[in-house]
């Protein structure tokens, strides 16, 4: 055979590269193990993490307020740990024993409702106001039955949901939903407008969202018009990176309509070493929350945060406070 009719090195030079992005892939994939904000931040060698502080009310319902605020009468981050009791509040047994299942709750509650969307993503850092374009095709934009039936029942059992595959669903307005809201009557007061404290809750049922998830996801960094409030856990883990308002200049904030949300996702630059963006994150003033089914975090008024959330499901409540006016 004749050197230029030897088929190897044309075999070798369409296969080599492969094989070579393949192992790349395997050995140096950033969303391979457990993630862990803290120890990819101390990584990274940026500022040193202030971890949120934990006021433990075993389930006791009664939160000293003032334990939110500092000597100077600022608010602060907080997890509230034992916010409820967990084996009396219906969300516990009933949405999460239920949850993947014909006779799911959730499913019952959404099904037949055509506003609501599902996002289902083959990477982790998708949330935000840009994963709904349709544009990317790593992300699918599930409308209406189809995307409840994946996230609450048994159609999304084991379609593999993990750290490169997740299915989430946002900022559900649950306000019109008797048996959701019903549910939540037992939530603490503190969550609740109640005379005994003065955050503004306008009413109860003025702002409630709900957000469900399989498999890891990232909302990325942001504030909210809203007064901050309080976020509660019912099922899996969320890690989430906080940082106060004025650190709005060191956080790579988009403009305009966007004007809330940082460009980065913070877990993503972490786990890719973009170290480019490390400049300005070494002027912030980081702060951490690793929540458990059964803890509150109280977010106070327009601090920034990014929720990194994990479990199958993972489901989150959030009380918002409305300033009265
Ligand atoms: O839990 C999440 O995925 C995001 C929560 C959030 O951004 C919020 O409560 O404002």
Same mark, same amino acid.
């Given at each position: 055979?004749?050197?230029?009719?030897?088929?190897?090195?044309?075999?070798?030079?369409?296969?080599?590269?492969?094989?070579?992005?393949?192992?790349?892939?395997?050995?140096?994939?950033?969303?391979?193990?457990?993630?862990?904000?803290?120890?990819?931040?101390?990584?990274?060698?940026?500022?040193?993490?202030?971890?949120?502080?934990?006021?433990?009310?075993?389930?006791?319902?009664?939160?000293?307020?003032?334990?939110?605020?500092?000597?100077?009468?600022?608010?602060?981050?907080?997890?509230?740990?034992?916010?409820?009791?967990?084996?009396?509040?219906?969300?516990?047994?009933?949405?999460?024993?239920?949850?993947?299942?014909?006779?799911?709750?959730? #499913?019952?509650?959404?099904?037949?409702?055509? !506003? +609501? $969307?599902? &996002? =289902? @993503?083959?990477?982790?850092?998708?949330?935000?106001?840009?994963?709904?374009?349709?544009?990317?095709?790593?992300?699918?934009?599930?409308?209406?039955?189809?995307?409840?039936?994946?996230?609450?029942?048994?159609?999304?059992?084991?379609?593999?949901?993990?750290?490169?595959?997740?299915?989430?669903?946002?900022?559900?307005?649950?306000?019109?939903?008797?048996?959701?809201?019903?549910?939540?009557?037992?939530?603490?007061?503190?969550?609740?407008?109640?005379?005994?404290?003065?955050?503004?809750?306008?009413?109860?049922?003025?702002?409630?969202?709900?957000?469900?998830?399989?498999?890891?996801?990232?909302?990325? #960094?942001?504030?909210?018009?809203?007064?901050? !409030? +309080? $976020?509660? &856990? =019912? @099922?899996?883990?969320?890690?989430?990176?906080?940082?106060?308002?004025?650190?709005?200049?060191?956080?790579?904030?988009?403009?305009?309509?966007?004007?809330?949300?940082?460009?980065?996702?913070?877990?993503?630059?972490?786990?890719?070493?973009?170290?480019?963006?490390?400049?300005?994150?070494?002027?912030?003033?980081?702060?951490?929350?690793?929540?458990?089914?059964?803890?509150?975090?109280?977010?106070?008024?327009?601090?920034?945060?990014?929720?990194?959330?994990?479990?199958?499901?993972?489901?989150?409540?959030?009380?918002?406070?409305?300033?009265?006016?």
């Amino acid at each position: 055979m004749s050197p230029s009719t030897n088929p190897r090195p044309l075999v070798t030079a369409i296969i080599l590269p492969f094989a070579v992005a393949l192992l790349a892939k395997f050995f140096f994939d950033p969303q391979q193990g457990e993630f862990d904000f803290e120890e990819l931040w101390v990584r990274a060698k940026l500022p040193q993490i202030t971890k949120i502080e934990v006021i433990n009310i075993n389930g006791g319902d009664i939160l000293d307020i003032d334990s939110i605020y500092d000597a100077s009468g600022n608010t602060l981050p907080r997890v509230i740990r034992g916010a409820t009791n967990m084996s009396t509040f219906p969300p516990h047994n009933k949405w999460k024993s239920s949850f993947g299942t014909e006779d799911s709750f959730l #499913l019952e509650q959404f099904r037949g409702h055509q !506003g +609501f $969307m599902t &996002l =289902v @993503s083959e990477m982790i850092y998708f949330r935000g106001t840009d994963a709904f374009t349709g544009k990317d095709p790593k992300i699918k934009v599930l409308k209406g039955d189809s995307g409840v039936d994946w996230l609450f029942g048994s159609e999304g059992n084991s379609r593999g949901w993990s750290r490169r595959k997740t299915a989430y669903m946002g900022l559900i307005d649950i306000r019109d939903f008797p048996e959701i809201m019903n549910d939540l009557d037992s939530l603490p007061t503190f969550m609740r407008k109640d005379s005994s404290h003065n955050l503004q809750y306008g009413d109860h049922h003025q702002s409630m969202a709900l957000w469900v998830g399989r498999g890891d996801a990232d909302s990325g #960094l942001h504030f909210d018009t809203n007064f901050g !409030g +309080f $976020m509660y &856990l =019912v @099922s899996g883990r969320k890690q989430v990176m906080m940082f106060p308002n004025e650190d709005a200049a060191y956080l790579y904030m988009r403009g305009g309509s966007h004007r809330m949300e940082s460009s980065l996702f913070l877990g993503d630059i972490l786990e890719r070493r973009d170290e480019k963006k490390y400049e300005l994150l070494q002027k912030t003033t980081p702060y951490l929350a690793v929540m458990e089914a059964g803890d509150a975090l109280y977010i106070p008024n327009k601090w920034f945060h990014e929720v990194y959330s994990q479990g199958n499901p993972s489901i989150g409540v959030s009380a918002w406070i409305h300033q009265a006016g």
